[in-house]
């Protein structure tokens, strides 16, 4: 398969994360609903915020070989509900965000992801710093190679 689901929260940076990925201009655009691309299976913050949809999220991930559960360094809170990443049948990475940012506090970010059941090494990028996604356009080199095959 080789394709991935993005998830996180609004503004966690997936579209972001996707564009930079894919050597793509960085524009902000809200994703209104399940964006598939070649790659990527881009959901709507929506999808993780609003519990009657994490079906959605459920189903998606049926179709990728990977889930790369984004959390926002700013943000005070987590969406992620305890455990959550116990759903899925697939690998998932954690990649902290904005890092960059003055009010990021990824040691809390950290926590929100082990508490949704997410597993160490989190990947702390920052889309306006290319070589902090480096790491993970690997990653996406790997899975590409695996499609192949």
């Not at 902000?28 to 990527?40: A, G, I, R």
């Not at 959605?56 to 959550?84: C, G, M, N």
């Not at 949704?116 to 899975?143: D, K, Q, T, W």
Request: hydrophobic share 40%; net charge neutral.
């Amino acid at each position: 398969m080789g394709r991935i689901l993005l998830i996180g929260g609004i503004g966690a940076g997936k579209t972001s994360l996707k564009q930079t990925l894919m050597n793509e201009q960085v524009t902000y655009q809200k994703t209104q609903m399940l964006d598939f691309c070649n790659t990527f299976i881009d959901c709507p913050g929506e999808y993780l915020e609003i519990p009657r949809f994490y079906h959605v999220l459920i189903d998606a991930s049926h179709q990728v070989s990977e889930i790369w559960a984004l959390q926002d360094a700013t943000k005070q809170r987590s969406f992620y509900p305890p455990q959550f990443s116990k759903v899925f049948r697939k690998p998932i990475i954690g990649i902290i965000t904005k890092v960059d940012l003055p009010k990021a506090n990824i040691q809390q970010a950290t926590a929100y992801l082990n508490y949704a059941g997410i597993e160490e090494p989190f990947y702390p990028i920052s889309v306006m710093n290319g070589e902090s996604v480096a790491p993970l356009r690997l990653r996406l080199e790997e899975l590409n190679e695996l499609r192949k095959c």
